[in-house]
């Protein structure tokens, strides 16, 4: 039947998705941050949601990285880091996402004397309910700090031995220029004999030698971010050669200023290049976007037809640590998505 000239417009689902670059501490909303400061006796620097808000705005990946650790100081509880990755799953259910991998940072609660227990244990309450309440498939990857020193990660790892069973993967995130992938060769090695898959943030800010790292020292299934693969050519054919994907992050790397505009961004050339790119959130919080705002932002900036918005969304499902039955069905229910 019709529909009359006076009826709403249909609103689009969006397309199915898995998200695969997503630092749940990112997804702290002002809203939840206030709450849990309450809850915690945690006094914030800031009068209001709108005055933290305000302090959005980011020069570099380190002034943001400044108020991504400042804000974990409500961050205490087992309940705590189970209500902020429900509701990170909440949102990213209303944007499409069938399955998500999420990073954590676990130094940067043990540091200050949260157990790295209470993380996942909270964390994997969230996790574990997520597919019967909101239909999404989850992973954990547990990310060791570039910045503080490969000890450090190794004591991590050691700390997290009893809880490996819950963690898919391990990565490597904060501040990158001067931290480069060859300090972490050792516990790398640990993560892949003990059976973890293993990626790392590189070329984000950081040089395309750094990819070049992660790919022959740490032997990384995926490289997060890895825009600046486009200055190395020779690079760029490796990646292609060897399909290894790479988890974009659009908006985060405007907000960074990785990028000067988003019709800029190398995403296009990208995709002509052959590579195996994905579109992802990073911390959505901070960046103005969850899974399905980045996919509208590249499509209205890059003015990328639905095929293309396809591609990436199948990308996304053959670059996650899925068994091959369960990627073929999100593959077909891409396949099957109606504008
Ligand atoms: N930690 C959280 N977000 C990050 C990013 N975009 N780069 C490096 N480390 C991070
Ligand atoms: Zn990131």
Redesign the pocket.
């Known amino acids: 039947m019709p529909s009359s000239p006076s009826a709403a417009p249909a609103r689009q689902t969006p397309l199915p998705k898995a998200e695969l670059h997503l630092?749940i501490?990112?997804t702290l909303e002002p809203e939840l941050a206030f709450a849990l400061a309450e809850r915690n006796g945690v006094t914030l620097p800031y009068a209001t949601e709108d005055e933290l808000r305000r302090a959005y705005s980011f020069a570099d990946?380190q002034s943001?990285?400044n108020l991504?650790y400042a804000l974990m100081a409500v961050l205490r509880t087992e309940d705590d880091f189970a209500d902020l990755a429900d509701a990170y799953l909440a949102r990213a259910q209303a944007q499409g996402v069938r399955h998500a991998e999420i990073?954590f940072?676990p130094q940067a609660h043990t540091a200050r004397g949260v157990p790295i227990g209470t993380v996942i244990d909270g964390l994997s309450r969230a996790l574990d309910t997520a597919q019967e309440t909101y239909g999404i498939s989850t992973r954990l990857i547990m990310?060791f700090l570039r910045d503080e020193s490969a000890e450090s990660a190794l004591t991590t790892f050691e700390a997290a031995r009893p809880h490996l069973h819950r963690i898919a993967a391990v990565g490597l995130?904060?501040?990158?220029v001067g931290h480069p992938p060859s300090k972490f060769q050792e516990v790398y090695a640990l993560a892949r004999e003990a059976g973890l898959k293993c990626v790392a943030?590189a070329g984000?800010e950081g040089p395309p030698a750094y990819v070049w790292e992660a790919l022959d020292l740490l032997g990384v299934d995926r490289i997060?971010?890895g825009v600046r693969c486009m200055e190395d050519e020779r690079l760029v054919a490796r990646l292609v050669a060897e399909q290894i994907p790479l988890t974009v992050?659009p908006l985060?790397n405007v907000r960074?200023r990785v990028i000067d505009d988003l019709a800029d961004h190398p995403l296009p050339a990208m995709l002509d290049a052959g590579l195996l790119v994905t579109v992802n959130s990073?911390?959505p919080a901070y960046f103005g976007g969850y899974a399905d705002d980045n996919f509208t932002a590249v499509r209205d900036a890059l003015r990328l037809d639905e095929e293309t918005l396809r591609t990436l969304a199948r990308n996304s499902f053959r670059a996650a640590f899925l068994d091959e039955v369960t990627r073929e069905k999100y593959l077909k229910e891409v396949d099957a998505h109606q504008a």
Not at 173 to 176: G, M, N, T, V
């Open positions: 630092h501490e990112g990946l943001f990285l991504y990073f940072d990310c995130d904060s501040a990158e943030h984000e997060d971010h992050c985060s960074l990073d911390d």
